[in-house]
Nanobody
Framework: QVQLVESGGGLVQPGGSLRLSCAAS????????MSWYRQAPGKQRELVAVITSGGITNYADSVKGRFTISRDNGKNTVNLQMTSLKPEDTAVYYC????????WGQGVQVTVSS
């Protein structure tokens, strides 16, 4: 019943920007901690950014200052604004929700290449 659907991925040049969105349904969105994870080929899935129900954010050191996570509780949406993108940002990006239960989106590809 719970569904997280990511969108906004694609190909972007180094130094460029991209905005990912995650639309949630079937859960009390405003009560959930929302996160973005990513997984590059041959690497472990890693936490990229987190936003609490109160809007407090945290970021991985590798993206701090470049990425911004936000949420719109009225739209049940969490976003990840990515700027100054680097080739090492290339990965499948996953939306993740947690409160008493946890849920994953299906993932969206982000490729940073010239």
């Amino acid at each position: 019943q719970v569904q997280l659907v990511e969108s906004g991925g694609g190909l972007v040049q180094p130094g460029g920007s991209l905005r990912l969105s995650c639309a949630a349904s079937g859960l009390g969105f405003s009560n959930y901690v929302m996160s973005w994870y990513r997984q590059a080929p041959g690497k472990q899935r890693e936490l990229v950014a987190v936003i609490t129900s109160g809007g407090i954010t945290n970021y991985a050191d590798s993206v701090k200052g470049r990425f911004t996570i936000s949420r719109d509780n009225g739209k049940n949406t969490v976003n990840l604004q990515m700027t100054s993108l680097k080739p090492e940002d290339t990965a499948v990006y996953y939306c993740y929700a947690r409160r008493f239960s946890e849920f994953w989106g299906q993932g969206v590809q982000v490729t940073v290449s010239s």
